[in-house]
C-alpha cells in the first residue's frame, strides 16, 4: 500500500487561539492531510469551514507537498442552527491564519455554497469536503448540486456520519450513498465518510480493501492526541 502515515507539524497549532479544540473535525485532521499527500489533487474545495481545522489541514498538505494546487474555503461565516451563530471574530482568525501560513494556496469564498457553485467549472474538483447545514434535506442539496463539479476519481468527505440526531441527517444520506458507491468510513469524532462517486483511481483500489487498517489507525491516533 503506498499510502503513508505522516507525522505532520501543523503550523496553525502555532496561532494564539487553538483551531484544533475549537472543532469537532480535529480528530480527522491526520487523515485529511495524508489524503491529500497521497492524491495530490489539483483543487480542493471546502463547504463550511468554521475556524478551520479542516481546511488548514488541507493547505498544510499541499504546502508541504510542495504542490502549486489551490485549497478554498467556502462559508459566511455567521454560523447557523447547527454550528451556533457567531460574531466577525471566526472570520478575522480565518483571514490571519491564511494570511499567516498558507497565503498561496487558500482562498476564502465569503457567500453561501449555492452562489459560490458557478464560480467552478464541471469536474475541475478533486477533493469537495461537506460540512455545512446538517439536515438531510440541506446535505443532500449540497451533494446533488456540487456534484457535477467533482473530477473523474474525486472524493467527497461527509463530516457527521455517526452524529444521531433528530435534526441531523448526513448519516441517512451517507447510509444510501456508501450502498451504491465505492466508500469507506470512520466511526471516530462524529465520523467521517469518504466516497467515491465518480469511480476510484486504481491506487485506491488496496485503500478500500484495507479501510480497516486506516479506521484503526487513525481512530487510535485521534484518541492517543486526544481528539477523538
Not at 141 to 154: A, E, I, R
Request: aromatic residues 18%.
Amino acid at each position: 500500500m503506498d499510502w503513508i502515515y505522516y507525522k505532520p507539524l501543523f503550523e496553525y497549532d502555532n496561532y494564539h487561539i487553538s483551531i484544533k479544540d475549537n472543532s469537532a473535525w480535529s480528530g480527522h485532521r491526520n487523515f485529511a492531510y495524508d489524503l491529500v499527500r497521497f492524491m495530490k489533487p489539483k483543487k480542493i474545495v471546502e463547504l463550511g469551514t468554521h475556524y478551520g481545522a479542516s481546511f488548514f489541514s488541507f493547505c498544510q498538505a499541499l504546502k508541504d507537498e510542495g504542490l502549486s494546487s489551490k485549497c478554498f474555503a467556502i462559508d459566511t461565516w455567521q454560523g447557523d442552527e447547527h454550528s451556533g451563530l457567531y460574531g466577525e471574530d471566526v472570520f478575522l482568525t480565518v483571514k490571519d491564519i491564511v494570511d499567516l501560513y498558507y497565503s498561496s494556496i487558500a482562498e476564502l469564498v465569503r457567500t453561501t455554497f449555492d452562489e459560490a457553485v458557478s464560480r467552478f467549472e464541471d469536474q475541475s474538483i478533486n477533493i469537495l469536503h461537506i460540512d455545512g447545514y446538517h439536515t438531510f434535506e440541506a446535505v443532500s442539496h449540497d451533494y446533488q448540486t456540487w456534484l457535477p463539479k467533482l473530477s473523474d476519481n474525486g472524493v467527497i468527505l461527509f463530516h457527521d456520519i455517526s452524529f444521531y440526531d433528530n435534526e441531523f441527517g448526513v448519516y441517512k444520506l451517507w447510509n444510501m450513498l456508501k450502498e451504491d458507491y465505492p466508500a469507506f468510513e470512520f466511526k471516530h469524532a462524529f465520523g467521517l465518510g469518504v466516497l467515491f462517486p465518480k469511480g476510484n483511481s486504481k491506487k485506491f483500489n488496496e485503500i478500500i480493501q484495507r479501510a480497516t487498517e486506516l479506521q484503526k489507525r487513525y481512530e487510535k491516533l485521534s484518541k492517543y492526541t486526544g481528539l477523538s
